[in-house]
Protein backbone atom coordinates (compact mmCIF):
# COMPACT_ATOMS: atom_id res chain seq x y z
CA UNK A 1 0.00 0.00 0.00
CA UNK A 2 1.35 3.72 -0.59
CA UNK A 3 0.50 5.02 2.62
CA UNK A 4 -1.87 7.35 3.74
CA UNK A 5 -1.82 10.35 0.41
CA UNK A 6 -2.24 13.79 1.32
CA UNK A 7 -2.66 16.42 -1.11
CA UNK A 8 -1.60 19.48 -1.91
CA UNK A 9 2.19 19.04 0.36
CA UNK A 10 2.75 22.59 0.33
CA UNK A 11 0.00 25.41 0.23
CA UNK A 12 0.29 29.22 0.14
CA UNK A 13 -2.55 31.47 -0.14
CA UNK A 14 -3.82 35.14 0.85
CA UNK A 15 -6.41 35.82 4.01
CA UNK A 16 -9.63 35.26 2.69
CA UNK A 17 -9.41 32.48 0.61
CA UNK A 18 -10.73 29.14 0.70
CA UNK A 19 -8.41 26.17 1.33
CA UNK A 20 -9.17 22.52 0.58
CA UNK A 21 -7.15 19.80 2.18
CA UNK A 22 -7.11 16.16 0.51
CA UNK A 23 -6.40 12.97 2.40
CA UNK A 24 -6.66 9.29 1.11
CA UNK A 25 -5.98 6.80 3.75
CA UNK A 26 -4.89 3.44 3.42
CA UNK A 27 -7.17 0.90 2.14
CA UNK A 28 -8.80 -1.26 4.43
CA UNK A 29 -8.87 1.08 7.36
CA UNK A 30 -11.98 2.11 9.49
CA UNK A 31 -10.59 5.58 11.28
CA UNK A 32 -9.13 8.91 9.66
CA UNK A 33 -7.74 11.46 11.67
CA UNK A 34 -6.97 15.44 10.69
CA UNK A 35 -4.29 16.51 12.87
CA UNK A 36 -2.71 20.37 13.03
CA UNK A 37 0.51 20.90 14.24
CA UNK A 38 1.81 24.39 14.91
CA UNK A 39 5.07 25.70 16.75
CA UNK A 40 2.87 27.45 19.64
CA UNK A 41 0.43 24.33 20.26
CA UNK A 42 2.14 21.25 19.48
CA UNK A 43 -0.29 18.64 17.69
CA UNK A 44 -3.75 19.19 17.81
CA UNK A 45 -6.59 16.67 16.98
CA UNK A 46 -9.15 18.59 14.97
CA UNK A 47 -11.59 15.69 14.34
CA UNK A 48 -11.80 11.63 13.70
CA UNK A 49 -14.12 9.64 11.27
CA UNK A 50 -15.23 6.44 12.00
CA UNK A 51 -16.74 4.17 9.37
CA UNK A 52 -16.92 7.51 7.62
CA UNK A 53 -19.02 9.06 10.18
CA UNK A 54 -17.63 12.02 12.01
CA UNK A 55 -17.20 11.19 15.70
CA UNK A 56 -15.44 13.80 17.55
CA UNK A 57 -14.96 17.56 15.99
CA UNK A 58 -14.39 19.50 19.27
CA UNK A 59 -11.05 20.09 18.04
CA UNK A 60 -12.19 22.04 15.23
CA UNK A 61 -11.33 25.30 15.88
CA UNK A 62 -14.29 27.29 14.46
CA UNK A 63 -16.70 27.53 11.68
CA UNK A 64 -14.50 28.39 9.46
CA UNK A 65 -13.09 24.67 9.69
CA UNK A 66 -15.12 22.06 8.07
CA UNK A 67 -14.49 18.67 7.62
CA UNK A 68 -15.82 15.59 4.88
CA UNK A 69 -15.71 11.96 4.62
CA UNK A 70 -17.77 10.65 1.79
CA UNK A 71 -16.26 7.68 1.21
CA UNK A 72 -13.82 4.83 2.91
CA UNK A 73 -11.02 6.55 0.14
CA UNK A 74 -11.05 10.12 0.45
CA UNK A 75 -11.73 12.79 3.31
CA UNK A 76 -11.36 16.99 2.87
CA UNK A 77 -10.48 19.27 5.51
CA UNK A 78 -11.63 22.94 3.98
CA UNK A 79 -10.90 26.36 5.68
CA UNK A 80 -13.36 29.20 4.56
CA UNK A 81 -12.38 31.69 4.90
CA UNK A 82 -8.27 31.00 5.35
CA UNK A 83 -6.70 33.09 8.17
CA UNK A 84 -2.72 33.65 8.67
CA UNK A 85 -3.66 32.02 12.17
CA UNK A 86 -4.23 28.53 9.99
CA UNK A 87 -0.67 28.40 8.70
CA UNK A 88 0.03 25.63 10.59
CA UNK A 89 1.44 21.64 8.93
CA UNK A 90 -1.88 19.81 8.76
CA UNK A 91 -1.52 15.98 9.51
CA UNK A 92 -3.91 12.89 8.40
CA UNK A 93 -4.02 9.70 9.56
CA UNK A 94 -5.85 6.82 9.84
CA UNK A 95 -6.40 3.21 11.76
CA UNK A 96 -7.46 0.30 12.06
CA UNK A 97 -9.14 0.09 14.71
CA UNK A 98 -7.29 1.63 18.06
CA UNK A 99 -4.03 0.36 16.17
CA UNK A 100 -1.51 2.30 15.48
CA UNK A 101 -2.17 5.31 13.41
CA UNK A 102 -0.55 5.65 10.19
CA UNK A 103 0.38 9.78 9.34
CA UNK A 104 0.66 11.27 5.84
CA UNK A 105 3.11 13.45 5.04
CA UNK A 106 1.67 16.25 5.92
CA UNK A 107 0.50 19.42 4.14
CA UNK A 108 2.40 22.90 4.63
CA UNK A 109 -0.32 25.61 4.47
CA UNK A 110 0.81 29.46 4.74
CA UNK A 111 -2.09 31.92 4.82
CA UNK A 112 -0.69 35.74 4.02
CA UNK B 1 -1.90 19.99 35.33
CA UNK B 2 -1.88 17.99 31.82
CA UNK B 3 -3.51 14.83 31.42
CA UNK B 4 -0.50 13.10 29.84
CA UNK B 5 3.19 14.09 31.00
CA UNK B 6 6.26 13.30 29.23
CA UNK B 7 9.92 13.46 30.76
CA UNK B 8 12.29 15.29 29.77
CA UNK B 9 11.26 17.45 27.73
CA UNK B 10 14.53 18.20 25.37
CA UNK B 11 17.20 14.94 26.20
CA UNK B 12 21.09 15.03 24.87
CA UNK B 13 22.84 12.42 24.60
CA UNK B 14 25.51 10.14 23.12
CA UNK B 15 25.72 7.95 20.84
CA UNK B 16 25.88 4.52 22.03
CA UNK B 17 23.77 5.70 25.45
CA UNK B 18 20.73 3.81 26.69
CA UNK B 19 17.81 6.52 26.29
CA UNK B 20 14.45 6.42 28.57
CA UNK B 21 11.54 8.68 27.93
CA UNK B 22 8.42 8.86 30.28
CA UNK B 23 4.96 9.22 29.85
CA UNK B 24 2.89 9.53 33.00
CA UNK B 25 -1.20 10.22 32.55
CA UNK B 26 -4.36 10.41 34.68
CA UNK B 27 -6.97 9.26 33.35
CA UNK B 28 -8.36 6.19 32.31
CA UNK B 29 -7.27 4.91 28.81
CA UNK B 30 -8.14 2.41 26.60
CA UNK B 31 -4.45 2.66 24.99
CA UNK B 32 -1.03 4.64 24.60
CA UNK B 33 0.46 5.71 21.81
CA UNK B 34 4.46 6.53 21.09
CA UNK B 35 5.22 8.72 17.95
CA UNK B 36 8.56 9.91 16.01
CA UNK B 37 8.71 12.75 14.59
CA UNK B 38 11.85 13.48 12.63
CA UNK B 39 13.20 17.19 11.76
CA UNK B 40 11.95 16.81 8.51
CA UNK B 41 8.00 16.93 9.38
CA UNK B 42 7.07 13.52 8.91
CA UNK B 43 5.44 11.75 11.58
CA UNK B 44 6.02 7.99 12.38
CA UNK B 45 3.75 5.74 15.03
CA UNK B 46 5.87 3.19 16.84
CA UNK B 47 4.04 1.65 19.26
CA UNK B 48 0.06 1.03 20.31
CA UNK B 49 0.17 -0.36 23.97
CA UNK B 50 -2.71 -1.37 26.13
CA UNK B 51 -0.59 -3.75 28.40
CA UNK B 52 3.09 -5.13 28.73
CA UNK B 53 5.54 -4.37 26.50
CA UNK B 54 6.65 -4.22 22.69
CA UNK B 55 10.15 -4.16 20.80
CA UNK B 56 10.85 -3.71 17.45
CA UNK B 57 14.34 -3.21 17.00
CA UNK B 58 16.35 -1.07 19.51
CA UNK B 59 12.94 0.15 20.67
CA UNK B 60 11.34 -1.22 23.55
CA UNK B 61 7.82 0.57 24.88
CA UNK B 62 6.07 -0.83 28.05
CA UNK B 63 3.35 0.31 30.19
CA UNK B 64 2.44 -0.25 33.66
CA UNK B 65 -1.55 0.66 33.86
CA UNK B 66 -1.46 0.43 37.58
CA UNK B 67 1.18 3.18 38.03
CA UNK B 68 -0.60 5.06 34.84
CA UNK B 69 3.26 5.19 33.49
CA UNK B 70 5.02 4.72 30.27
CA UNK B 71 8.55 4.22 28.95
CA UNK B 72 10.11 4.41 25.73
CA UNK B 73 13.43 3.06 25.61
CA UNK B 74 16.22 3.02 23.09
CA UNK B 75 19.01 0.99 22.84
CA UNK B 76 22.76 1.60 21.51
CA UNK B 77 20.94 4.91 20.35
CA UNK B 78 22.66 6.97 17.09
CA UNK B 79 22.42 9.90 16.08
CA UNK B 80 19.39 9.00 13.57
CA UNK B 81 17.37 8.14 16.44
CA UNK B 82 17.38 12.23 16.90
CA UNK B 83 13.89 13.17 16.63
CA UNK B 84 11.09 14.50 18.47
CA UNK B 85 8.87 11.71 20.52
CA UNK B 86 5.39 12.04 21.36
CA UNK B 87 3.39 9.71 23.53
CA UNK B 88 -0.15 10.07 23.47
CA UNK B 89 -3.34 8.40 25.29
CA UNK B 90 -6.74 7.78 23.73
CA UNK B 91 -9.38 8.45 26.49
CA UNK B 92 -11.11 5.13 27.36
CA UNK B 93 -14.71 7.40 28.70
CA UNK B 94 -15.08 8.77 25.09
CA UNK B 95 -11.95 7.71 22.97
CA UNK B 96 -10.63 11.09 23.06
CA UNK B 97 -6.45 11.17 22.31
CA UNK B 98 -4.58 13.12 24.44
CA UNK B 99 -0.99 14.23 23.71
CA UNK B 100 2.15 14.44 25.72
CA UNK B 101 4.18 17.65 24.91
CA UNK B 102 6.63 15.72 23.01
CA UNK B 103 10.41 15.09 24.49
CA UNK B 104 13.00 16.21 21.86
CA UNK B 105 16.34 13.83 21.94
CA UNK B 106 19.58 14.47 19.98
CA UNK B 107 21.96 11.54 20.02
CA UNK B 108 25.40 13.38 19.48
CA UNK B 109 28.04 11.22 17.46
Known amino acids: DAGVIQSPRHEVTEMGQEVTLRCKPI?????LFWYRQTMMRGLELLIYFNNNVPIDDSGMPEDRFSAKMPNASFSTLKIQPSEPRDSAVYFC??????????FGPGTRLTVT | KNEVEQSPQNLTAQEGEFITINCSYS?????LHWLQQHPGGGIVSLFMLSSGKKKHGRLIATINIQEKHSSLHITASHPRDSAVYICAAWRDSNYQLIWGAGTKLIIKP
Open chain 1, 93 to 102: ASSRGADEQY
Open chain 1, 27 to 31: SGHDY
Open chain 2, 27 to 31: VGISA
